[in-house]
């Protein structure tokens, strides 16, 4: 039903409440059928565009020679992102601590952004993980960078009581029953 309600340009969920009523009097059979994909969440979209947190993080860094203060990093790349990156490229020891000033221990072009990498795959394969390593759609996960969705459609065929025109049955009301 997905299928065809797309290219019919109709609202599934409409589709779908007729095919129910349809097999509720028998004119069509109908199996489920469920889809799972995943779709990008804001921040999800946000770090496909440009970049995960830690890179961002790192990429500031590497700009300035000896290292840079905390209140310059939340500055230069935001409060949101220097907490989130700060986190990770602290446990990947990209980044140390000396002093007051973060300094990286690593050059941008030697770390490769896995997590976008990930996303960009998600995206062109159309939410499908298809060929992605569980551990890392874990990470994008737990991150809460994706969100799982699951689409039920249904395959339709004739029913034993199919008819080309649909006719409702009259209803066998008594007098007896309305009062």
Not at 25 to 34: E, I
Not at 127 to 154: M, Y
Request: proline share 2%; glycine share 8%; net charge positive.
């Amino acid at each position: 039903t997905w299928e065809w309600a797309q290219k019919q340009k109709l609202d599934h969920l409409t589709v779908v409440g007729t095919v129910k009523s349809l097999m509720g009097d028998a004119y069509v059979v109908g199996t489920d059928l469920v889809t799972s994909f995943y779709t990008l969440t804001k921040e999800g979209t946000g770090i496909l565009e440009n970049g995960a947190q830690e890179i961002m993080v790192l990429r500031a860094l590497c700009e300035v020679e000896g290292g840079m203060s905390m209140p310059d990093l939340q500055s230069k790349v935001g409060k949101d992102v220097s907490k989130i990156g700060m986190g990770n490229c602290m446990k990947n020891k990209w980044v140390k601590k000396d002093g007051n000033k973060l300094v990286p221990l690593v050059q941008i072009s030697d770390v490769e952004d896995t997590v976008q990498k990930v996303l960009k795959a998600l995206s062109s394969a159309g939410g499908a993980a298809d060929g992605i390593d569980d551990k890392e759609i874990n990470v994008i996960k737990r991150r809460k960078l994706v969100n799982l969705v699951k689409r039920n459609s249904f395959s339709v065929t004739r029913g034993p009581s199919y008819a080309p025109v649909r006719v409702k049955k009259s209803a066998d009301l008594t007098k007896e029953m309305l009062d």
